[in-house]
């Protein structure tokens, strides 16, 4: 009789003992994201031109207002958003705004140089080789788009097409006091 006890007595702890688990590990994330969430740093990472030429973000892009998108020429979004992401470029180059766009490593190199010439694309294009999109929280979805402060606070996170109206404000604002 002691054996099915003890049994019975196991099986009780055993869920029991991974639900605990569970909350302690949720009430950590909970706070781990709270406490940096709005505290976000850009990673320190180096983007490779389509010339070749490399810049990075503790160097090059330091004191610098800039936005990261992370596209692909096969991502219907990317395309969609890509002539607002232009203008948005255009209208804020003159203020100092920097703009690298960094095509995913599974974008075919002769595609992303084939769309960037003939779209003149006038910002700063990258191919990646996956350690950029790692260091920017492992982004995997396309269109991503970080917008970086002088600070190299990371602003805001656009998964998808941005709403162009909120992000002329935010670059308005991180511009107007980068001035």
Known sequence: MSQTTEATSARAKSPLRYIVMALIAG???????????????????TFTLLSGQKISTSADLKGKVYLVNFWATSCETC????????NTYNKFKGRGLEFVAV?????????????AQT?????KVAMDDGS????FGNVQLTPTTFVIDKNGKILKRYVGEPTFAELDALLD?????AA
């Open 27 to 45: 009430v950590i994330a909970c706070t781990g994201y709270f406490a940096f969430g709005g505290q976000q740093r850009v990673p320190d990472a």
């Open 103 to 115: 095509a995913m490593s599974y974008d075919a190199p002769m595609y992303v140089s084939n769309y």
């Open 79 to 86: 395309m969609k958003e890509m002539p607002d992401m232009i």
């Open 173 to 177: 604002k991180a511009l107007g006091s």
């Open 119 to 123: 779209r003149n694309l006038p910002f």
């Open 132 to 135: 950029a999109a790692k260091q």
